[in-house]
């Protein structure tokens, strides 16, 4: 417990407290001109250790000198006006305050009642972890409460995840910027790694892995018009994502492709990919300039002249033609696994896609191929054999 002591030497601060830091938990020091001082102290200390013991988190109040409770909209709001305001990406806007809206809830305009919320925005920071509810299959706690009632609402476990973690983002900020003291709104983690869906609790990834039969149905079948086979081949050869190659992109207009950022020359296209700032011409095969160069003479617009939507119908015409269910992000995946199937390297398929990360290349998109296992178990045969021939 805190105590007072008094110090030998003359000083203009002669009564000390010794405490042990919250926070920090070191034991630290104190001095004070009267003992008067020294006992209010003293005895506020010895209430947050009386706090800290039984876990009433009332602590934070005394330590800090708090004059009111934070809660979820005093955060969000801070968030917005402080972080949110910064980013130059509408769309990143906008997801974050999606992520915010599915605490709180959505507020219908017509009613002015918000609807789906999970927390009110008044809750206090503090007690969010230690919320009890009874949700029909169990009694929840804490972040619990949240995964089970989005997941109720249909969203799927993965998703769940993600928005957990973006939201450990704002909570993280508000760690560290604010506060009376500018020491944080919050001084701990309202949201740690371990709230997620762990891995045994999430469902199997689902990554279409293309066979051989399906392969060449897609590159030979007769019956799709030219124009389809054509765009086939645009997105397999340049592993592009559906929108990144796109005439009308509304979400994000800086992203649109026209004939400008096509390189005939040099045979390069330059597009602004996912989550870069800039754009970055890349080289592609010949195939490629080929269609491009044929669809210009013919007077098109742009390469690819219209939106997602309209990408999404001629994927769907392609599915019926060739009795095959694919998507246009399938097309990407298909050029990363023909690359990890013939070079043998996930490194390879994740460069063909313009990918820097190979554990998420293997799971999401070039699972280790039938090719890779069989030159792997080749060597080691090949391997064993030399060595028993020496014998």
Same mark, same amino acid.
């Given at each position: ?25 070191k ?14 102290f ?125 939201l ?22 309202? =949201? #740690? @790694? ?5 891995? !045994?609790?999430? &469902?199997?990834?689902?990554? %279409?892995?293309?066979? $051989? ?12 018009p030219?124009?389809l ?16 190659l ?15 950022h ?6 390069? =296209? #330059? @597009? ?5 700032? !800039?754009?970055? &011409?890349?080289?592609?095969? %010949?195939?490629?300039? $080929? ?30 033609i ?70």
């Amino acid at each position: 417990m805190a105590s007072i002591f008094k110090r030998k030497s003359k000083s203009k601060k002669p009564f000390g407290v010794s405490y042990k830091d919250p926070v920090s938990l070191k034991w630290k020091k104190c001095y004070f001109k009267n003992l008067n001082q020294a006992k209010l102290f003293e005895s506020k200390h010895e209430t947050i250790e009386i706090c800290l013991k039984s876990n009433d988190p009332s602590w934070k109040t005394l330590y800090y000198e708090i004059d009111k409770v934070v809660t979820i909209r005093d955060i969000f709001d801070a968030y917005i006006q402080n972080e949110l305001q910064n980013k130059s990406s509408h769309l990143t806007i906008k997801k974050y305050k999606m992520v915010m809206q599915s605490v709180i809830g959505k507020l219908n305009k017509q009613t002015g009642i918000r609807e789906d919320i999970i927390f009110a925005e008044d809750t206090n920071i503090d007690t969010i972890r230690g919320i009890t509810r009874e949700m029909g299959n169990g009694r929840k706690m804490g972040w619990d409460i949240y995964k089970t009632q989005r997941e109720m609402l249909g969203r799927t476990r993965r998703g769940i995840n993600s928005y957990l973690k973006e939201l450990r983002v704002i909570f993280n900020w508000a760690k560290n910027h604010g506060g009376m003291h500018g020491k944080g709104m919050v001084n701990f983690e309202v =949201i #740690t @790694t371990n709230d997620s869906y762990n891995n !045994s609790q999430l &469902p199997a990834l689902n990554c %279409k892995e293309w066979t $051989d039969a399906e392969i060449n149905n897609l590159m030979t079948n007769p019956n799709l018009p030219e124009y389809l086979r054509d765009l086939i081949d645009i997105y397999v050869y340049t592993g592009a994502r559906a929108t990144e190659l796109l005439r009308y992109n509304y979400l994000d207009r800086k992203k649109e492709l026209h004939w400008h950022h096509v390189d005939f020359d040099n045979q390069r =296209i #330059t @597009t602004l990919t996912k989550s870069k700032k !800039s754009s970055k &011409p890349v080289k592609q095969h %010949k195939r490629v300039m $080929d269609i491009l160069a044929k669809w210009k003479l013919k007077g098109f617009e742009a390469p690819l002249p219209f939106s997602y939507d309209t990408l999404l119908k001629y994927v769907a015409t392609m599915n019926e033609i060739l009795g095959i269910e694919f998507t246009a992000h399938d097309l990407r995946r298909l050029k990363s696994q023909m690359s990890e199937a013939e070079l043998n390297d996930i490194a390879y398929a994740a460069a063909a896609i313009g990918d820097t990360s190979t554990g998420m290349v293997s799971k999401h998109y070039a699972p280790q191929s039938d090719a890779t296992m069989d030159k792997i178990n080749n060597a080691v045969s090949d391997r064993l054999n030399r060595i028993a021939e020496m014998n």
